[in-house]
């Protein structure tokens, strides 16, 4: 027998960072779990560097907690609501908690650069409703990333520019590996219409089990129970 499907279920985005995921997800008007708190601090000793440099990869998956980002979807997916990190990616630290209540909304989006690396787990739980992958022109990302990790205050400049510059040449490769991991690429009129398309499909009710099968389940249940 097929289990019931959740009450909600999530849309993953993902995408290079500064594609215009945020943004993007704001315009939406649908609940949004901010995937990039879900960041590992800055003293964690599992943090990986950047080959040949002292710098923390940051755009590296080893550096975010795929674990404690999957668990708060399915909790949303199957109550409601979860508590979430609050994280200062100035600071590379945890700085508070917060509540997230998604109320009675179908479908929810959870973005964030390492969205695509838990499609396949989302999909295994049953509660993946679309995975997509924000493409653009690297230049046009680089520009807006730069923009907003300086206005932020987000890390020094010299590392903000390191960290542009090769994310600019690693652009097409960071699609084709969020692709391949099953996220689906597109631009923003797209990603938006299929966003639009999945909210809309409501999930099938969970079916009853007929009074007959369900007494003798129960019948069942009550001899295995006695030995």
Known sequence: MSSPSPPARVILLAGPSGSGKSSLAARTGLPVLRLDDFYKEGDDPTLPLVPDSTDIDWDSALSWDADAALAAIEEL???????????SI????????EALDI???????????????????????????D?????GRPSTTFRRRLTRDLREG??????LLR???????A???IVARQTALGAYPC???????????????????????????????????RTAGGR
């Open 187 to 221: 631009g923003r009129a797209e990603a938006l219409g299929r966003i639009t398309a999945a909210a809309s499909v409501r999930p099938a009710p969970a079916r009853s089990v007929p009074s007959a099968v369900a007494g003798t389940a129960d019948s069942a249940a």
């Open 154 to 159: 987000r890390k020094s400049v010299g590392f």
């Open 171 to 173: 652009e097409r490769a």
């Open 131 to 135: 995975a997509l992958c924000l493409r």
């Open 103 to 129: 109320a009675r909304t179908p479908v929810f989006l959870a973005e964030g650069i390492f969205a695509a690396d838990i499609v396949a787990r989302c999909r295994e739980s049953g509660v993946l409703a």
């Open 90 to 97: 100035a600071t590379s630290a945890r700085v508070d908690t």
């Open 77 to 87: 997916c199957r109550t409601g609501r979860t508590t979430v990190p609050v994280y």
């Open 163 to 169: 960290r542009g510059w090769r994310l600019m040449r």
